[in-house]
């Protein structure tokens, strides 16, 4: 099974089928709305508007299995990004990434970049306090926190794992590179 043979549920609840993706850079975040992690949006919303036109896609996919901190109905979270960070990038239904009833989409991207690399002090102590804090976390493959971001090439290669407190900037030679 690859990238493109997924489908998943837009924030309207129908399908949105990856093939349609093919040939762009794809960037795949879990995401909520009251989270410390939120204020990426900004730079997420600046990525795609620098790299949509040379074939960026970003594909939001909120979360509320941590901390509960996507309570939101799918129309709510999507007004909250688009008013408060004027995002215009794809946001789909609201998924779990974890667990027994994990979208098979995260099964995949888990499968495919298990782990993800965590530098520096300061990070690695905060990425150790909420995962403490996250109930959904049992495998080592498993996503730790909102804003765990996955970046796949325009073959559908799933190519980085990014943990949350990599800010969207820090990622954007990489996305350069694929373009």
């Not at 924030?11 to 204020?39: E, I, S, Y």
């Not at 040379?54 to 996919?61: N, P, S």
Request: glycine share 8%; hydrophobic share 35%; with cysteine.
């Amino acid at each position: 099974m690859s990238f493109y043979d997924h489908k998943v549920k837009t924030r309207k609840g129908g399908d949105f089928d990856l093939a349609g993706l093919k040939g762009k850079v794809v960037l795949v975040v879990n995401t909520a709305t009251g989270c410390g992690f939120t204020p990426q949006y900004k730079g997420l919303e600046a990525l795609y508007e620098k790299y949509h036109d040379k074939g960026l896609e970003i594909l939001d996919f909120p979360c509320n299995q941590f901390a509960d901190q996507a309570p939101g109905s799918d129309d709510e979270i999507h007004e909250f990004c688009t008013l408060r960070y004027k995002t215009q990038f794809d946001q789909m239904k609201k998924i779990n990434v974890n667990g027994e009833n994990e979208d098979p989409l995260y099964t995949f991207l888990k499968a495919e970049q298990p782990d993800e690399e965590v530098k520096g002090l300061k990070a690695k102590a905060m990425m150790k306090a909420v995962s403490k804090m996250s109930k959904s976390t049992k495998n080592a493959s498993d996503i730790k926190w909102n804003f765990t971001k996955f970046l796949v090439d325009r073959s559908g290669k799933v190519v980085g794992r990014y943990n949350p407190t990599v800010e969207p900037a820090k990622i954007e030679g990489d996305i350069a590179a694929l373009i």
